[in-house]
């Protein structure tokens, strides 16, 4: 079946325009993660959705950061007025529930540049 | 400062020798993971280890968790050129939903 997408692949913007990234987490799958990666480094958790539950929000670095899921299925990661420091790869991850007794998949990630 | 601390941070070795990657901290996890990222992809899991002093095994590698449940180790034998990756450990405290991943250890094995 098809795993978790992500678009767009890449992404170039100004310093100070807005991006939405997408995550189309697996059919079925509850539970949906947005990461950052900074360039050779590790993931940084930064929202977390389960089913309608409240988000858990705890790992937005900023006020500029927003996300929203609509039920289970898409995701979109805003970041308005982006600054340079923004720049990293997105990665969206699905599970079938909550907590790590439940596989995360995650996808291919959005690439972000901010010039 | 990261919760977990991975070493070495870039490891490259020839096809057939073996190599142990670290992930240390001063917290303790429920559980840690281990994952496997190769450029351009997202990370894949590989293991999961939740009982203090338990070892898996998965083909030629070997995951540890520390007694203590704050430390891992992954060690590979025989290590071959599909090896290389981006290997990172994360870890869940008690009652938590959420990954808290080490910074990576970059793996390079040369034919």
């Known amino acids: 079946g098809a795993g978790v997408s992500q678009s767009p692949s890449n992404k170039v913007t100004e310093k100070g325009k807005d991006v939405e990234l997408r995550c189309d987490p697996i059919?079925?799958?509850?539970?949906l993660y947005w990461y950052r990666q900074r360039l050779g480094q590790g993931l940084e958790f930064l929202i977390y959705?389960?089913?309608?539950?409240?988000?858990?929000k705890s790992g937005l670095p900023s006020d500029r950061f927003s996300a929203e899921r609509t039920g289970e299925s898409v995701s979109t990661l805003t970041i308005q007025r982006t600054q340079q420091e923004d720049s990293a790869v997105y990665l969206c991850?699905?599970?079938?529930?909550?907590?790590?007794?439940?596989?995360?998949?995650f996808g291919p990630g959005t690439r972000l540049t901010v010039t | 400062t990261q919760l977990l601390e991975q070493s070495p941070q870039f490891l490259s070795i020839q096809e057939g020798e073996n190599l142990t990657v670290y992930c240390n901290s001063s917290?303790?996890?429920?559980?840690l993971q281990w994952y496997r990222q190769e450029p351009g992809e997202g990370p894949v899991l590989l293991v999961t280890?939740?009982?203090?002093?338990e070892v898996k095994k998965l083909k030629r590698l070997t995951f540890q968790f520390g007694d203590a449940r704050k430390d891992s180790s992954l060690h590979i034998t025989a290590a071959q050129p599909g090896d290389t990756g981006l290997y990172l450990c994360?870890?869940?405290?008690?009652?938590?939903?959420?990954?808290?991943f080490g910074g990576g250890t970059r793996v390079l094995v040369k034919p």
């Open positions: 059919s079925g799958h509850t539970a």
């Open positions: 917290s303790v996890f429920s559980s």
């Open positions: 959705f389960q089913g309608n539950s409240a988000p858990d």
């Open positions: 280890v939740v009982t203090g002093g």
């Open positions: 994360a870890g869940v405290k008690a009652a938590g939903n959420k990954l808290t």
């Open positions: 991850a699905s599970s079938l529930g909550p907590g790590w007794t439940y596989e995360q998949y």
